[in-house]
């Protein structure tokens, strides 16, 4: 059992400065404010941190991407969670929120940022209430605000309340939500790097990524990269939900095999039920199966099964459901949460549900498939944001998956429609590694 | 000029162009729908423009990535094609099959789009969305949501460009569509521009709405008359019909907008009001009657009042026309009673010093510059398509602006630092600028007159010293038509000189003059002490207000009115009534203005400007060429052919038989338009001060700067200033035009809350502004930013005219309730 | 110019699409302080919001919330008094309040219930306990009930959010329960709320 992130999770007044103090916290932050900012970048660099928000990229690199000019800079954290399944940040900040502010504080150092926010989704009120006692204390304590620890830098940090939408988490829309307009993705380039917030050189991280940086700190490059494997270096704080026992954040060393944390940790699905596919890596991945759950979890092992590891949330799905259903609500939630601006993602979403909606009703045939594969190709890659692919993703895989339950759903469906005699459903699922379940009418479920 | 590979062959193209563009220049096509870099940086929101870049492992929308050497571009390959097929598929998917009964069918780049890179076929079978249709956005635009392809174009606009931020998408995703908040219409100034912004039928006219499809018309470019701003446009024209007005894209006049006068107005020239026949009164009737009749009345009366005669050219007077007035008064009938403006007349020397090629602004250079100062005048109102450069100055280049006026500006908010001044007191303010620049005036006393406090000179002051070499002064002729006009222009050209503005090529003043072609009909010589070319005549004459003090008390007998209309134009609007009560007026007029209605003993049809041949000068000093784009209505003749026809009559001939020879003798009496020709000035127009003719201008003297404080503005004790301004809709033509109608300026007394408090009066409810007698009735509109002190009342507006309370010199008015 | 016309009857309904603009209404610029009273509360809220950043508009969103909670939503009134603060149109604000799902632009009840339906709740009964959420709460003018993607709280699924307070993991018995609490102004389910739930044991992986 590894605990960085949630060392002391549970105690009770973690969220104080004076117990996150007395555990030990705030020590990172005059460490590196000794050092200079190239030391610190370099270590984070060396550090192997991959972003814990969804793409994975070098925290290090992304933050020494920042022009060193003497422009205003920013670091913004993205606490914008709201992708399904995932649920880790909003753990860490309730419970351990100094961790971030001091995370923040040395990433903005490094990056040479005088202003910093966090933008947490509106939903969060109580974790966003949490957040802004620990942020005045830690201004009290001249852990932020001017001249910080009595150094030269001033670093101000305002929490920023969104007011409910899943698009917001893409760093550029979350942009233009903090500049207090519609969350809509930018055009990139210019990257946030050069042209982020208030067009200002910005660096944008995650909650949990953030939070790995004052551990880097403490444990320097050599302590922390024995967490993890080559290529994905530290812990990660892994959301499971969906059809398992024991729900919940559980922090694991990269690279721990996806079985251990599903069954081992999360108690698997329930008594006399198998996985029949489960998210890897939150609503967006592309689905895996239960033949994939050796895989180690961690992002290159998750990239090579054609998924990604993303946010790190782990949705589970048992045998006892129908891969229509969970295909529409991810559909469903797309479209939902598309802001709009680029063609293929605003059509797309919308006729991808229809279609899924037609299958639904029975009133589909087969080659509706084949259009709704097709579809997904033209969403992918050509969008301005990856929220598209995000929908187009996971329903491809599901069809590539499980097409013979989607067809043999379309010819039950359409029986069904028209009063004809209904082929027994039992002798139509073939998944592989799956036992075929009891298939429950679609008829009568809910929008 | 950098070289690129764009399927499979090399092109050359500029270096800092976008890939769409830059594959222009090797007739390669990239569709695109959202792409307009006159709405700024591209959003890349519509993806039809998605290419194959080597090396990038995404395909890359070409409307945003730049061209750079040696890259290898495909557009044409199997990856690419699906793309554009796709977008064409997803953009189709909810565009109903209406293009045989929509506007845009024929100029439509959706419609070109689909058959060019398209699939032909769609694989969408559910239902499309259907909603009704079309709906009003405004009185001026109808929506069409069905049609609408979220390109963003339409909003952009209203956000970046014009600023109004009145037009949104609202909802999101696959809902979201364009509206305006709570069911408010978009009444813009600048709201038809999205009509032409719209890449689809979604936003239409609701003028031109059905009136003709695109293969039956043709297009007839000129320029618009009815602002100094003299945007250039394209009249569509169907069978001898104005039907509707598009920018003609000129990036050192207009950017490519027009304003909603420029874009609507032309509905004036087909209304049933319009003047089509000459007339004379008869027992107190105007009569229409031949032209040989109405010619013989006019010549007679002229040729009975040499000496006695004056003239009055209004703003859209071409060149051409207010020089052959000139000739026909001043030769003709020895009479050099002959003004173009209102106010009272800039002695000629500093006329002269104020138009110095080496002082001159562009109007680019009000977007590059380092600063502008927005002096007395309102862009948006006086000649609109300013109002937009400066914002884009502000907005793209960092150009800092200031303004100095005496009522709110609509650009305050743009402003780095806005001093609002007494009315009237630009000139004060002027010398207290120039002191704080450093002349050694008393700074205290003089920012005082302007109603200032020191610092608000100071702080404006340091922005523009401290900006960088290019400012640029942008001032309205209300700074120098009052009586304190003198001591503002050579305070205008002192602080000038102190900011340097000489020199550099960006740098320099730009004056918006009150009329259309104010500029051009000065430099013609429709002035009463100057000649053609800006050059002293023996004689001078009398101003407007002489004029009419001369006619009033019989000292002149005839009036000839060339487009200008005193009643609603000049000040002291009493006398002037009491003067063409004693007058013989002719009138060449196209609309019945009460002038002509109660006074014209002659009418004359005149010309609108679409059927106008000549030129006008901009007030850059561009000249710019009108064409006519339909033949002329009824009986309407050219406006020089009458004035020709009436100096042979009273036996002056001059030498005129066709437009161009009009324009020719222009060219010849100005000696800085020296040989310009019509073909020179072509469809872009020529800036006079860029030729070598130029030098030709004769150089003017500010003469003596007294930096004495004006007398403050005065005390108010109870009382209140009187300050006026004329908007954009105070025009005969938005009154008659029949969409533009209600925006006509209606009488409004705009007040501090402070006023209004201690007067007892409400918004929106009547009041009346009362001077000497006159009295104005008016809606209060109170207003948060007015300063204290000060009403406001809106001129030239068609009832309840403002000046029966003014004769040009600062008024005291009371308000009250009726 | 709105009509009935049956074949308007399918398709997606969106709403605003088939609204024209009211002619009679003046164009929507940026309210006038002198003719647009604001809450003094409120003003001297949403001053606070526009002092913490750069540029005032950031605080549009919170101001808009602010504004909501003051009006019980983003009533005509509420945007324009929002705008007269910030000194931006109202219509910059519309396309806020209709892009954000916490943003009512309909007069709801002032308790908002939102219950997750997303993935993980649903695989749990969310449905189920949604459906029990209407029975009890009915029509109740006070009570916005309303369906809510991913909440961000799977490890409690089903949950809901009631003004902001998290409670799962729900049966749908549950429902009367969280209505009388509301009602009655106390915690709502008190023992279900998030906040005491511990971080589930980490027991070793392999
Ligand atoms: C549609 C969409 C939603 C996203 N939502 C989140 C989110 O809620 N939280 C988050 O940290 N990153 C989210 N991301 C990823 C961010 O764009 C960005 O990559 C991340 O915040 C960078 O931080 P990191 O490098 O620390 O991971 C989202 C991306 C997309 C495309
Ligand atoms: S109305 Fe026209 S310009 Fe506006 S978004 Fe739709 S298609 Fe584009
Ligand atoms: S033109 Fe490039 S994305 Fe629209």
Known sequence: ????????????????????????????????????????????????LRGRGGAGFSMGKKASFLPKTDMEKYLVCNADESEPGAFKDRELMQKNPHQLIEGIMIGAYAAGANRAFIFIRGEYDFQADILEAAVAEAYEAGYAGERILDSEHTITLVVHRGAGAYICGEETALLDGLEGKRG???????????????????????????CNVPHIIRLGVEGFTKHGVEGSRGTKVVSVSGNVQRPGNYEVELGTPSRNIIYGLAGGPPEGREVKFWFPGGSSAPILTGDDLDLPYDFDSMAKAGSMLGSGSIIVIDDSNAVLDVALKVAKFYRHESCGKCTPCREGTNWTVKMLERIERGEATPMDLEIMAGVQERIIGNCLCVLGDSMAMPIGSMIKKFRDEFEAHIERARAEADGGPVPEPSALVGVAGAEPGPYPSTADAED | ????????????????????????????????????????????????????????????????????????????????????????????????????????????PLQDITFGWGAGTSRFIEPKRHFVKPLELSPLIAIDRERCIVCYRCVRFSQEISEDYQLVLLERGANSFVGTFDGHPYVAPFSGNIIELCPVGALTSRAYRFRARPWEVEGGGSICTLCPA???????????????????????????????????AYQAIHVDERIVEPMVREGGELRAVGWDRALETAASALAGAAGKAAGLAGGETTNEEGFLLGRLLREGLRSPHLDSRAG??????????????????????????????????????????????????????????????????????????????APGAGGALLAALDAALGSGGDLGALAAAAGLAVDEVRTLATLLSEAGEDVVILWGERLTDGPGGAHAARALLNVARRLGLHGPQGAGLLGIPAGANGRGLAEVGVLPDAGPGLQAVETAGRP????????????????????ADPLRTHPDRTLWERALEQATVIAHESTMTETVRRYATVVFPAESYAEKEGTVTHPDGRLQR????????????SEWRVLAELAERIGHGLGVLTGEMATGQVVEAVPFYARLTL????????????????????????????????????????????????????????????????????????????????????????????????????????????PAGTVFLEEATATEPVNILTDGEQRLVQVRRP | MTRDVVRFEHGSRVPGWDDAVDLTKDPAQIPDPATTPVPPELRAQIEEYMSRYPDRRSAALPALRAAQNHHTYCSPEAVDQVACVMRVTPAYLAALTTFYDMLETEPKGTHAVYVCTNISCSLNGAEELYEAFQEAIGEDPDINLRTFECLGACDIAPMASVDGTYIGPLAPGDAVTVRDDIKADRPVLDAKQLRHRKVVPQGDPS
């Open chain 2, 626 to 637: 009108l064409r006519p784009a339909i033949g002329n209505p009824g009986q309407v003749r």
């Open chain 2, 1 to 108: 000029m950098i070289t690129l590979t764009i399927d499979g062959r090399e092109i050359q193209a500029p270096e800092n162009a976008m890939l769409v563009d830059g594959a222009k220049y090797g007739d390669v096509e990239i569709p695109y729908f959202c792409y307009e870099p006159k709405l700024g940086a591209p959003v890349g929101a519509c993806r039809m423009c998605l290419v194959e870049v080597e090396g990038i492992p995404k395909l890359q929308t070409a409307c945003s990535t730049g061209v750079k050497d040696g890259m290898v571009v495909h557009t044409q390959t199997a990856r690419v094609r699906d793309a554009q097929e796709g977008v064409v598929e997803f953009l189709l998917i909810n565009h109903p099959l209406d293009c045989p009964v929509c506007d845009k069918g024929g100029e439509c």
């Open chain 1, 184 to 210: 809509s993705p930018r055009l990139k380039p210019p990257f946030p790097a050069n042209q982020g917030l208030y067009q200002g050189p910005t660096l944008i991280n995650n909650v949990e990524t953030l």
């Open chain 2, 544 to 563: 407007a207000a002489g004029i009419a003090a001369g006619l009033a008390d019989g000292e002149l007998s005839t009036l000839y009115l060339l487009h």
């Open chain 2, 679 to 786: 073909e020179d000035i072509g469809g872009r127009g020529v800036r006079w001060q860029e030729r070598v003719a130029a030098s030709a201008m004769p150089e003017g003297a500010p003469g003596p700067f007294d930096l004495e404080p004006l007398p403050a503005a005065p005390a108010a004790n109870g009382a209140l200033r009187l300050g006026t301004f004329r908007s954009i809709w105070a025009a005969k033509e938005v009154e008659i035009s029949p969409s533009l109608k209600f925006l006509a300026a209606r009488q409004r007394a705009e007040l501090s809350p402070t006023d209004a408090e201690r007067l007892g009066v409400e918004h929106g409810e009547p009041v009346e502004v009362v001077h000497d007698g006159a009295s104005v009735h008016a809606i209060a509109a109170v207003r948060a930013n007015l």
């Open chain 2, 344 to 421: 009272t007349p800039l002695p000629l020397a500093l006329r002269q010093a104020l138009a110095a090629p080496a002082l001159a602004a562009t109007v680019p250079d009000l977007e590059f510059a380092h600063a502008v100062l927005v002096l007395d005048c309102e862009p948006v109102d006086d000649a609109p398509i300013l109002d937009l450069r400066l914002r884009k100055g502000v907005r793209r280049n960092g150009m800092r602006l200031a303004i100095a006026t005496g009522r709110p500006s609509t650009l305050d908010s743009n402003a780095e630092h806005s001093v609002r001044i």
């Open chain 2, 230 to 264: 003299q945007c250039n446009v394209e009249f569509t024209v169907r069978d001898e019909r104005v039907l509707r007005v598009l920018a003609r894209d000129h990036e050192d006049v207009d950017d490519g907008w027009l304003c909603d006068k420029g874009r609507f």
């Open chain 1, 1 to 48: 059992m590894t605990a960085l992130l949630f060392e002391n999770i549970d105690e009770e007044g973690l969220n104080t400065l004076e117990v996150y103090e007395r555990r030990g916290g705030y020590r990172s932050l005059p460490k590196a404010l000794a050092m200079t900012r190239d030391e610190v970048l370099d270590t984070l660099v060396e550090s192997g």
